[in-house]
């Protein structure tokens, strides 16, 4: 059955007031990929669930653990609207909600208005300040440096006193990457610059000039060499959950995100990404992306991204509910610590993992899901015990009935 998805006004103000009063609210935005997995999370321990997305067509909307779904203002073009929104809301709540943004550009405009909508919301993250210490990739490297966390060698070109000097101590290819993220992208479109030689490097210093930067070293031999620490940090600034995946492929192939991820457990992964993340006085769900170097066998820190990502249905399923810790210590209850992992789950977004298997050469060494399990997941008997895909999901049906819908829009991008 489709869900109706409200738009704002006086219906969905009814409907907000009439939410289940059993526990407090938990109120969502986007509503891809990751929104859906921390619907299903929280929704399966009675939270009610009020989903919000610019895109009717979200997967997470259809979810039968949305109590309610409604259109929002994107607040990339209009954020005093997204935030009117959300504070019309909470006035009509039964109870003071938790906020769960799941992309970067939503938590930046709830944390710019985090004052305004503190008298109706709970915020289980970090104030604006700390989050942009740790966004700042120039900060984190250098903090790293200090506690001796690995990292890539890194290079900082204002440090220099000429570029001539600079070019000459650089190893090629190597590549120049942004301190802050998010200007730098809306510039360029792009994430880094690859340089193979020294007429690049001074090209792009050039061009990127009013952007800080920093220049690494590019090590890594494969996809799988990239992991991530999965985590929630809380209140009192110790990790209270802590988990560890690796990918395994992604799409698209040369510049995509994750669309297979394997639980694996790393000790050394999980000690240094919490250590800074508890130096930095970091408070919340994050992930900590590292690189596995194998000149001298280490995992070397790349960044930090200070909300919810794309395959938080992994440690969840792995047994760490990030989600339902950050809810739980937001509205007072206490909080397990759980760093304990179920090794061996695997996590596939099946819909581009297609694509990419369509794409690969013959010849290559494509082929990280069995006959059984690609046979479990197109007969929807998703999910078992190590095996789960980003939508398809038979105990909540409707989200993949909107994938298939979406298939057959090509308007239609999930911003996961």
């Not at 700042?136 to 000429?162: D, R």
């Not at 070397?300 to 989600?323: E, F, H, S």
């Not at 977004?349 to 069995?370: C, I, N, P, R, V």
Request: charged content about 25%.
């Amino acid at each position: 059955m489709v869900k109706e998805i409200f738009i704002p006004g006086k219906e969905l103000w009814s409907a907000v007031s009439k939410l289940p009063t059993n526990r407090p609210p938990a109120i969502l935005f986007n509503s891809h990929i990751t929104g859906l997995a921390v619907a299903r999370s929280l929704g399966r321990e009675g939270v009610p669930i009020i989903a919000l997305d610019r895109d009717g067509r979200a997967y997470g909307l259809q979810s039968k653990y949305v109590h309610i779904a409604a259109h929002c203002p994107n607040p990339l073009t209009d954020e005093l609207s997204f935030i009117e929104l959300l504070e019309e809301i909470g006035k009509h709540l039964p109870q003071k909600g938790v906020l769960f943004p799941s992309n970067d550009e939503w938590v930046f405009a709830v944390s710019r208005h985090r004052e305004r909508l503190s008298e109706y919301y709970h915020f289980p993250f970090s104030e604006l300040e700390i989050i942009d210490q740790i966004l700042n990739k120039k900060h984190l490297y250098k903090k790293a440096e200090e506690l001796n966390i690995p990292i890539p060698k890194t290079w900082y070109p204002e440090e220099w006193e000429s570029k001539e000097e600079l070019t000459e101590a650089l190893p090629y290819p190597c590549i120049v990457k942004p301190v802050e993220q998010r200007s730098f992208y809306d510039a360029f479109g792009v994430k880094v610059f690859e340089i193979e030689n020294k007429e690049k490097l001074l090209t792009t210093l050039s061009k990127v000039a009013g952007h800080g930067v920093v220049i690494q070293e590019i090590i890594g031999e494969s996809l799988s060499d990239f992991f991530s620490l999965c985590s929630y940090v809380g209140i009192n600034g110790s990790v209270k959950g802590a988990f560890v995946g690796q990918k395994i492929e992604q799409y698209p192939i040369s510049f995509g995100t994750g669309c297979l991820v394997i639980s694996k457990y790393i000790e050394s992964i999980v000690k240094d990404g919490s250590e800074i993340l508890e130096i930095l006085s970091y408070q919340g769900i994050s992930e900590s992306e590292f690189i596995f170097d194998s000149r001298d066998h280490t995992y070397k820190l790349l960044d930090i991204n200070t909300r919810t990502w794309k395959w938080i249905d992994l440690p969840i399923k792995a047994g760490i509910n990030l989600p339902l810790m950050a809810y739980s210590e937001a509205i007072g209850e206490d909080v397990e610590t759980k760093t304990t992992q179920r090794d061996d789950v695997k996590w596939v977004y099946f819909k581009d993992y297609l694509k990419l298997k369509q794409e690969k050469k013959a010849g290559s060494t494509f082929g990280h899901l069995t006959d059984v399990e690609l046979e479990k997941i197109v007969t929807g008997q998703l999910p078992n015990e190590f095996l789960l895909d980003a939508v398809i999901d038979k105990d909540d049906p409707e989200p993949a009935v909107q994938l298939i819908k979406n298939s057959y829009n090509n308007g239609y991008v999930c911003p996961c």
